[in-house]
């Protein structure tokens, strides 16, 4: 779930920036929404781009999803969001981004929306 919350938070705050908004100021409404430390921690290493040092590297999140997916097969449920994180964090790992905080899986979505 932390995985998917990356996700959505790293595309929201490319279409942020992309818009030209700053995105401290649209962490304010998200965390107003949310009230969670989680949310307010990770916006704000994803808004400031500052992926290192990693607290939690993006190679283990990708293992995490992996095996969240080998789980899935093995009980027959679907879970695309999760397949959708796993392709992006290796995305971000082939572009050399493995040792990054796993919140670097915002990059993806950045320089998907050519920032």
Sequence with gaps: MLASMLEAMG???ALVRK????????LE??????NSPVYASYG?????QRFEPAGFKLRLGLKDVGLALEAAQDSAVPMPLASLVRNHYLNAI????GDADWAA??????HDASL
């Design 11 to 13: 595309e929201a705050i």
């Design 19 to 26: 818009s030209g908004i700053d995105p401290q100021q649209f």
């Design 29 to 34: 409404v998200l965390n107003g929404l949310f």
């Design 44 to 48: 704000k290493v994803i808004a400031e």
């Design 94 to 97: 082939a572009h050399g981004r």
């Design 105 to 110: 899986l915002a990059e993806v979505a950045a």
